[in-house]
């Protein structure tokens, strides 16, 4: 069965750090590209970040570049989302989700993404 796992979510202060992880079941990554997504109330579901496992290739939204790193860990079996310097705006839960690389265009729309975990809450409060 597919299944992904996400936790690492918590409380943090502005300007702080988390590690999320996304740890998959069920199926090896290779072949697809795994995405971050969040999701605050009264807020429509927005890509953070993806990354395409066979080469590593990754793509951020805006907002989050240069703070986010995504990454993965074959041996594991786990992406994870780094999240440096973390704002207020960043609260939200977020979910990772898989889609085949033939359908990873547009790798930031939640569209093509079939397969979702449970989702992990992050929230940015002083």
């Known amino acids: 069965q597919v299944q992904f796992v996400e936790s690492g979510g918590g409380l943090v202060q502005p300007g702080g750090s988390l590690r999320l992880s996304c740890a998959a079941s069920?199926?090896?990554?290779?072949?697809?590209?795994i995405g971050w997504f969040r999701q605050a109330p009264g807020k429509e579901r927005e890509g953070v970040s993806c990354?395409?496992?066979?080469?590593?290739?990754?793509v951020y939204e805006d907002s989050v570049k240069g703070r986010f790193t995504i990454s993965r860990d074959y041996a594991k079996n786990t992406v994870y989302l780094q999240m440096n310097s973390l704002k207020p705006e960043d609260t939200a839960t977020y979910y990772c989700?898989?889609?085949?690389?033939?359908?990873?265009?547009?790798?930031?729309?939640?569209?093509?993404?079939?397969?979702w975990g449970q989702g992990t809450q992050v929230t940015v409060s002083s």
């Open positions: 990354i395409r496992i066979t080469n590593s290739r990754t």
């Open positions: 069920g199926f090896t990554l290779d072949g697809y590209v």
């Open positions: 989700a898989r889609t085949p690389e033939y359908r990873s265009a547009n790798c930031l729309q939640p569209t093509p993404y079939t397969q």
